[in-house]
């Protein structure tokens, strides 16, 4: 585990993910891997936060991208992801620009990948909610904001996660992450750390504790737009799905 320590994280540090390399993008699996997703364009809300971290993930695997601000910026995407960032923040914005309501319509059908605060903003319910922060209840889970400790407790370590095809380790951020006080039935635990769940999956939905996108590991991305997006209302959810 190695302590992390950043004031702003989602700005630091250029981007070495595999588009900014053209000769990797010459090898065969590299330049299959993004015709795959070249039909898929996906959202990113953008009120606050790491967002562009996401897009250069996006970028790197072919996948089109649309910042999403306001309702409209809803239309035409596949899919949506909610980065981290601040909660309370993420919180007031979307009323402040009308996106609570078609985002949650969007959400109760389309896929959705949320991370830490999206995984807050995901939830049913927040425990110890001084901010008052309103969560879309769309994720059968209760969390904790900063479960992990507040920015000066902030760490990376790896999880091994269970995507369908055999356990993989994934790179794994924690910044003011929150923690999953309790699962529904119907949520799937896809990775633990220390005995806690910080990976899961309900149906359409995927969402982490920790911030996977500030690696060079596409991994858990190309599991959203792979076997996530593929995921059909009346299915049974599963890894494999």
Known sequence: MRTVYQQAPHLTGPSNLVYSNPALCMI???VNMMRKFSDRT??????????????????????????????????DI??????????????ILLDRFKLREPLTKFAQSAPVFGTCA???????????????????????IDVIRNGYGRQVHSF???????????????????????????????????ASYLGDPVLVRQDNLLSSSFH?????????????????????SGSTCSTNA
């Not at 807050?120 to 901010?131: F, R, T, W």
């Not at 996660?161 to 309790?182: C, M, N, Q, S």
């Not at 996977?212 to 858990?220: F, G, I, K, Q």
């Open 28 to 30: 065969p699996s590299v």
């Open 78 to 91: 596949d899919s949506i992801i909610i980065p981290g960032g601040e909660s309370t923040t993420m919180d």
């Open 118 to 140: 999206g995984m807050v903003m995901l939830a049913h319910g927040i425990k110890d909610n001084l901010s008052k922060v309103t969560p879309l209840g769309l994720l059968d």
């Open 156 to 190: 990376e370590d790896t999880v091994t996660a269970d995507l369908g095809d055999g356990e993989i380790t994934v790179d794994a951020t924690f910044i003011r992450a929150p923690k999953i006080t309790r699962l529904g039935s119907e949520v799937t635990v896809l």
């Open 212 to 232: 996977a996108e500030l690696s060079d590991d596409t991994r858990l991305l190309e599991y959203f737009l792979g076997k996530v997006a593929a995921y059909k």
């Open 42 to 75: 996906v959202g990113i809300l953008a009120l606050q936060g790491d967002y562009e971290r996401h897009q250069r993930q996006l970028e790197a695997v072919g996948a089109k991208c649309r910042l999403v601000r306001l309702p409209q910026d809803l239309k």
